[in-house]
């Protein structure tokens, strides 16, 4: 009997090709997803060095993070995105890297096509550059964010250099109360945490509450992974991810699907596996969540209040409560329930596939986005609009007051023009709150689904179980799966 | 890549914690396809009070740190996006090094493939550190990477970590590409075990 693994051991391991004393292991990877932004110049340094794409085969590029999401056309409001955008359609032609680009019906957030397409599979290593890329783990990958110079890597030859890191068990026992979901989940671990918490380790999700979830609940979980310090996060496959996976154009078919499931089968950690660190966290009793601060550790149960930074020993952590408050506009102590907003953004790779969007939508449905409240819906990916608007929820939203746009990062990173004004204050579905990223000066409170449209619908911050108690919405007994 | 082997320099405090790469250099500056010119984005929403306007109150606008090649910041350095804008903009400004008392991961990956060395410290040296250059902004440390040392203003010498491999990349200012190329051999044998030939 050889030595129990974990899930992820059995993923290293079978991905390493040469392990030298003195240097890190010579890591396969078996998918490479490939975005404008973070590529053009892994490119040009294969043109300088004559190199060619390796495996053309094993990477799959896409057009999402400056796209616009309304009807414009490129070169749209900026020419510098529009090169870009051409770059990559330039670099992909030369290097005959298949690319999902503006007309494209398939293209959309790279973490949420590579799922719904069939690319991300079990037991594969993947890599973009892009540190969500952990979203990918929920499907028992190891999947991981890397740099520019490691894209270069990866392109010349399907392989990069890495530590082995180490390995943190989080389970959350129990089950999700109604109107709490994988958000609060995956908030309510980085508050505790903190977001280096997890430097230098890939988590792995386990326990009831994680097996209950959808794929899209898991891919919400694993996508914050990068904000509470790990590379990677990862859940065990089981049916729910056979069931996602069977029939998707780039999964096995046939025989090879049979061959595949059992390989999966073999995937989940062994009994008596040891992990570097583990915890356990109750998903009974976990509220709603929402972020109060500057970085995504900065969160609380909604009923909360504020914390104050004065009760902080530690010098630098007190300075820099202080500061993500000043720039915040909050006063320590006060609740956040209440607070006044302007814009809600739903969307992100963390929150903008079909379960998230009905969700929202049946919530919404018969109710009005609050006067002077402006609600961007974004999908992830135009099969997610597409789907969407086949049933009918666009119309949901727009009848709502709300506006819905095509597929793309949008206000998640504000490359694109969707981006908050000076001092507004956002409830947003994506991972981020640091200062400006929703755009410059503006102040992002972090959220699930839910709460967003709670909080449009009230203009300020709101419970959502409030709304459930009102409307008596028996379906939201199953909210977990959001 | 330009070896690194020893530095001496002034420092620029920046004492937060966890400053991450959006502010290192915002997203909108990211929309370029070469590694020139992004200098201009590092700090911008930290260095200018509005377009171009810098903030006189921002560190690197002030006169006493011009020239320093050194940035000293609070704990886990470099979180968020995985955007190696993030390096390239703090070596194109002229930073050689980062003090610290840990980094995020992938931006300690990116900065060791760029020449750009992370220094992670003890949290009681990074603090005596800090008091001396608050004291004196003239103040130079020496970092030596060869012996992993680096000398605090007031001669105290203290050691810090880095992996032996990304430490002779350093030295010889060769990228690590190089050494993945070598394994090519390997790397089609692998393919061929696990039956992943196109
Ligand atoms: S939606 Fe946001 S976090 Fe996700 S890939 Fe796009 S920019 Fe990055």
């Avoid at chain 1, 991905?15 to 292991?25: I, K, L």
């Avoid at chain 1, 904000?227 to 089981?238: F, H, K, L, N, T």
């Amino acid at each position: 009997m050889t030595n129990p693994k974990t899930l992820f051991d059995k993923i290293w391991d079978s991905h390493v090709v040469v392990d030298e004393d003195g240097a890190p292991t010579v890591l396969y990877i078996d998918l490479h997803l490939v975005h404008e932004v973070t590529s053009p110049q892994a490119f040009s340094g294969l043109r300088e060095r004559g190199l060619r794409v390796r495996r053309p085969d094993r990477t799959v590029a896409t057009m999402d993070h400056s796209t616009p999401t309304t009807g414009l056309e490129l070169p749209m409001f900026d020419a510098q995105a529009a090169r870009q955008l051409d770059q990559l359609a330039q670099n992909c032609r030369d290097f005959g890297v298949p690319l999902y680009d503006m007309d494209s019906p398939e293209r959309g957030i790279v973490h949420v096509i590579g799922p719904e397409l069939g690319l991300t599979q079990p037991g594969k290593t993947i890599v973009c550059g892009d540190s969500h890329t952990s979203t990918h783990g929920a499907f028992g990958a190891l999947a991981f964010g890397i740099g520019t110079s490691e894209v270069e890597h990866v392109l010349a030859t399907q392989c990069l250099l890495q530590y082995r890191p180490q390995t943190f068990l989080v389970n959350f026992d129990g089950q999700l109360a109604p109107g709490v979901a994988a958000k609060d989940m995956i908030l309510a671990l980085i508050a505790q945490i903190g977001i280096a918490g997890g430097n230098g380790h890939v988590f792995e999700y386990a326990g009831p509450a994680v097996r209950n979830l959808s794929m899209e609940g898991r891919m919400t979980l694993c996508n914050m992974s990068i904000e509470g310090g790990a590379r990677a996060g990862m859940v065990a496959p089981d049916e729910t991810t056979f069931e996602y996976v069977a029939g998707r154009p780039h999964a096995p078919q046939g025989q090879d699907w049979e061959k595949a499931l059992a390989a999966w089968r073999a995937l989940p950690s062994d009994d008596g596996a040891q992990y570097d660190r583990s915890m356990t966290i109750d998903a009974g009793k976990l509220e709603p969540m929402i972020t109060y601060g500057t970085n995504p550790g900065m969160g609380m149960p909604i009923s909360q209040p504020v914390p104050d930074p004065a009760g902080d020993s530690d010098v630098t952590r007190r300075a820099s409560l202080e500061k993500a408050l000043r720039y915040m506009e909050l006063q320590p102590g006060r609740p956040l329930l209440g607070h006044k907003i302007d814009v809600v953004f739903l969307g992100s790779c963390t929150n903008s596939r079909l379960s998230d969007l009905r969700e929202a939508a049946r919530l919404i449905r018969g109710r009005k986005v609050a006067a002077g409240v402006r609600m961007l819906v974004v999908p992830g990916s135009e099969n997610v609009r597409r789907q969407a608007e086949a049933e009918g929820l666009d119309r949901v939203f727009v009848e709502a007051g709300a506006e819905w746009r095509n597929a793309g990062c949008s206000m998640c990173i504000a490359m694109n023009g969707d981006q908050l004004a000076p001092g507004q204050y956002a409830v947003s579905t994506s991972n981020r709150n640091f200062e400006g990223r929703q755009g410059p000066g503006g102040r992002t409170f972090l959220a699930s689904p839910l709460t967003a449209v709670a909080s449009a619908v009230n203009g300020q911050v709101t419970d959502p179980r409030t709304l459930l108690t009102v409307s008596g919405d028996r379906h939201f007994q199953s909210a977990g799966h959001l | 890549m330009k070896p690194f082997t020893t530095l001496t320099s002034a420092v620029v405090p920046l004492p937060y914690n966890d400053v991450d790469t959006d502010q290192i250099i915002p997203a909108s500056y990211l929309k370029v396809t070469t590694k020139q010119g992004l200098s201009q984005g590092l700090f911008a929403r930290w260095r200018y009070v509005s377009e171009g306007k810098p903030d006189p109150d921002f560190p690197l606008n002030q006169q006493k740190y011009q020239g320093a090649q050194i940035l000293l910041a609070g704990d886990n350095f470099g979180c968020g996006s995985s955007r190696e804008h993030a390096p390239w903009a703090l070596l194109g400004y002229g930073f050689r090094a980062v003090i610290s008392t840990s980094f995020a991961d992938i931006f300690r990956n990116n900065a060791l493939k760029n020449g750009l060395l992370p220094v992670a410290l003890a949290p009681q040296a990074h603090k005596q550190l800090l008091a001396q250059v608050q004291a004196n902004p003239a103040a130079t440390v020496t970092i030596d990477l060869r012996s992993q040392t680096i000398t605090l203003p007031d001669g105290q010498q203290t050691a810090f970590p880095i992996d032996s491999f990304s430490k002779t990349c350093l030295l010889q200012g060769v990228d690590q590409l190089g050494y993945l190329l070598k394994q090519m051999r390997r790397i089609e044998e692998y393919e061929e075990v696990r039956e992943l030939k196109n």
